[in-house]
């Protein structure tokens, strides 16, 4: 294919960010609910410049010939540099590291920079929006310099208490004396006067900065924000009484309701105060700023003797990376900006002005404040599968039937309960399990920890290399050979990103195993908002299947033949693209053929090239991709028969599911995988066959409502851009009919209970 027919991989993830921003924007959303998904674009940015935009720079300053060959080992004995790992590669006869849509490294910066601007831009327009929208309820962001008595009288305690004496103010003349600033910190610089030479010796902590400085030049000072101290300061507010009626509305900080929040960000706190750490100077200019450090470290596992080891200094490394962005308050002088940006060695390009608080992420920490649930979404509360709740051992249900669920509308219960139940069995033999993320207080972790106390034998494949959550994987890894569990610590050079969980059980007719294959982590609190799929199934198969799967990932053996389940890298884009063109040539025969898939992105070029094929013989292909596609749909000749949507609603879709009609034959599959290269080349991953017609007659119906979806849903268009689905009829929104459907199927199978009338007793009398 031309690279005409591919879309460039950042900027369709930037587009998928928009998504999430036009959820933000919507005025049917309740306003703190917006205000999350406005936070959540903005930890979506923090990480993509990290991982992405950091990978670039180090593409483009490297200036390898084959991007995709490049093995992570850079000048450093132990740890490298590596472009993310679904990089597509160079292509042939381009310029290195030209991705498939035709855009080297440096075009690809260049575009990064202008869409973000634009991005930045209407995140900080959406928030002066909310600002005032949130006013009008009492939730209140005050500016510091027009706080009432009240706010200055507890602001001014605050800076004293919590402030003044943990904040360490730094002389800074250039970047060889600039402070560590780590990635995400927010910190404030300080502009003082120039100062005179007796001054200098009355002030030891700008004496350096004046004598390093020409005489008669400014001085500066950077005041770190770090994790000692809190990030939004929270102040008392005047409210309307409760039994007061206002005659127009509320003005700001006060509500009908006699409920107030008033929070202000740290740094807008430090810079204006800044003056009380430079008592007898004169600070000419306080500017925020917020530094985000390049990321993208990996191990060079060919000398990783102790993983656990390097891993560690990998996460130190990170705090010394170079700045990829560098986050300006609204305001900054030009001397004050070309300081910084000497200092950190940023381009113009990633400079970033922000007319609001830096760093757009924190505010998610501020929309869980207390008495506001009217400005929320209203809880769906996941149901109980009927089928395992009650008193009946998991175990029993399993040996009866497979059991299909679909978080978060399915409660995520069941999948803890038979861990938990396995560790308690006396007649369970082995558990055996991966973890990829978890939660903080997981109890599947606690559960493992049991099982092995109580003398079971229990492994666990606890992956390190889980980008952002290595620290606490390593902890988790620490906590569980401690309690006696085998830990290994993934596949050398590969990531074991398969989500699967494995039991062993000695039963009267002899041992009988029971499994559980996932698209999304073991995290029970994700679990509430993310949406996954779960296959709960003591087939003879499939668990035979993960049988294998743990001896090859914990061993030394070579990879064995599965029954039915495929694995990555060893088969599964074979498989796939099997698949697929097994469909295309029942449509070139006239025989029914057509492809559903659901997945988070898709970026492999042999994937979508094979879909391309089967568009091209007819086959109608419907996609349901979250985040990323590189794929064009629409254009003749090529993809006019694949349709592409996107919902962006109050859960996360994160299951990977795929349909093939297959002549009628239905195929249906779950998997950990995305369509990415870097799953299906560098990670551990599994395909899993649904096989019980009533399961796949339940995820058929479920994959289909997304394409119903007229409210929440986009549809991408041969030109590369997202429209809202423009749909006549009933108004379908496909998370709340899935809620709905839930709450009805657990209504109508929950077992009918008797409760008798009991005679009264002497205390009833």
């Not at 460039?8 to 309740?30: C, H, T, Y």
């Not at 070309?338 to 608080?357: N, R, S």
């Not at 249900?397 to 069941?414: G, Q, R, T, W």
């Not at 033999?429 to 599947?444: E, F, G, H, P, V």
Request: hydrophobic share 40%; glycine share 8%; aromatic share 6%.
């Amino acid at each position: 294919m031309s690279p005409e027919h591919f879309l460039n991989r950042e900027l369709s993830w930037l587009e998928f960010n928009q998504r999430v921003l036009d959820e933000a924007a919507d005025p049917l959303v309740p306003p703190l609910e917006r205000l999350k998904f406005l936070a959540i674009t903005g930890t979506n940015l923090d990480e993509f410049f990290m991982v992405r935009v950091g990978g670039l720079q180090m593409l483009a300053e490297e200036g390898r010939e084959d991007a995709d060959g490049w093995d992570g080992q850079g000048d450093d004995d132990e740890a490298g540099a590596l472009y993310d790992e679904d990089l597509a590669g160079s292509v042939p006869g381009a310029p290195p590291g030209t991705d498939p849509a035709g855009m080297t490294p440096e075009q690809q910066l260049a575009a990064i920079a202008e869409r973000c601007s634009r991005m930045s831009a209407d995140q900080y327009a959406l928030l002066a929006e909310l600002d005032e929208l949130l006013a009008g309820h009492g939730f209140v962001r005050p500016n510091p310099a027009k706080l009432t008595s009240h706010q200055a009288t507890a602001l001014d305690h605050a800076f004293r208490e919590a402030l003044f004496g943990v904040l360490t103010p730094t002389s800074v003349t250039g970047p060889e004396d600039f402070p560590l600033v780590e990635t995400g910190a927010v910190c404030v610089l300080v502009r003082l006067a120039p100062a005179a030479a007796e001054e200098e010796a009355d002030h030891p902590v700008i004496k350096a900065a004046a004598n390093a400085l020409s005489e008669g030049g400014p001085r500066f000072a950077v005041i770190p924000c770090g994790r000692a101290v809190p990030r939004w300061l929270t102040l008392p507010t005047d409210v309307t009484p409760a039994d007061a009626k206002p005659a127009s509305a509320p003005a700001p900080g006060s509500h009908e309701g006699g409920r107030a929040f008033a929070y202000l960000p740290v740094e807008e706190a430090v810079a204006h105060l800044a003056g009380r750490f430079f008592e007898g100077q004169t600070v000419e200019e306080t500017v925020a700023f917020r530094v985000t450090r390049n990321a993208d470290l990996a191990i060079r596992e060919d000398q990783a003797g102790d993983l656990l080891r390097q891993m560690r200094r990998v996460l130190e490394k990170r705090r010394r990376t170079g700045c990829v962005r560098l986050e300006l308050a609204a305001g900054a002088s030009e001397a004050a900006t070309a300081f910084l940006t000497h200092c950190l060695d940023v381009a113009g390009q990633d400079v970033y002005t922000a007319p609001g608080p830096v760093g757009l992420g924190a505010l998610m920490k501020v929309t869980g404040a207390a008495g506001f649930d009217d400005l929320r979404i209203d809880d769906w509360p996941p149901q109980p599968p009927p089928r395992l709740e009650g008193e009946e051992p998991s175990f029993d249900a399993l040996a009866a039937n497979d059991v299909l669920l679909y978080h978060p509308y399915d409660s995520y219960e069941p999948v803890v309960r038979l861990a938990e139940e396995a560790a308690e069995d006396p007649d369970v033999l082995a558990i055996k399990q991966t973890l990829y993320r978890t939660s903080a207080d997981s109890r599947i972790v606690a559960a493992l920890k049991t099982a092995a106390r109580e003398g079971k034998s229990v492994t666990a494949v606890v992956e390190l290399k889980a980008r952002f959550d290595e620290a606490r994987n390593i902890e988790w890894a620490r906590d569980l050979e401690r309690a006696g569990v085998q830990v290994i610590y993934g596949v050398r050079g590969l990531k074991t990103h398969a989500k699967l969980l494995l039991v062993i059980r000695r039963e009267p007719d002899g041992v009988r195993r029971y499994a559980h294959f996932g698209t999304g982590n073991y995290n029970e609190s994700t679990a509430r908002i993310y949406s996954d799929a779960s296959l709960m199934t003591a087939d003879e198969d499939l668990t035979a299947d993960a049988v294998n799967f743990f001896n090859a990932v914990t061993g030394y053996s070579q990879p064995q033949a599965f029954r039915r389940i495929e694995a990555a890298p060893i088969g599964m884009r074979e498989r796939l693209a099997e698949l697929i063109g097994a469909e295309a040539d029942r449509a070139r025969q006239g025989v029914p053929a057509g492809i559903d898939a659901k997945m988070n992105s898709l970026v492999d070029p042999a994937l979508i090239d094979a879909l391309y094929d089967a568009s091209a013989a007819g086959v109608k292909i419907r996609l349901n991709v979250r985040g990323i596609c590189c794929l064009r749909p629409g254009v003749e000749g090529v993809s006019e028969n694949i349709q592409v949507v996107s919902v962006v609603d109050r859960f996360l879709e994160h299951a990977r599911v795929m349909r093939f009609v297959h002549g009628g034959d239905e195929l249906m599959y779950l998997s950990s995988a995305d369509w990415m290269p870097r799953n299906l080349d560098r990670r551990i991953e599994l395909l899993v066959p649904i096989t019980a017609e009533p399961l796949k007659r339940r995820m058929r119906e479920t994959m289909a409502l997304y394409f119903r979806d007229n409210v929440k849903a986009r549809e991408l268009h041969a030109d590369g851009v997202w429209r809202k689905v423009n749909r006549r009829g009933r108004k379908i929104r496909s998370q709340r009919v899935l809620y709905e459907e839930a709450v009805s199927r657990a209504e109508r199978l929950r077992p009918t209970v008797f409760e008798p009338h009991r005679a009264p007793g002497k205390q009833d009398e």
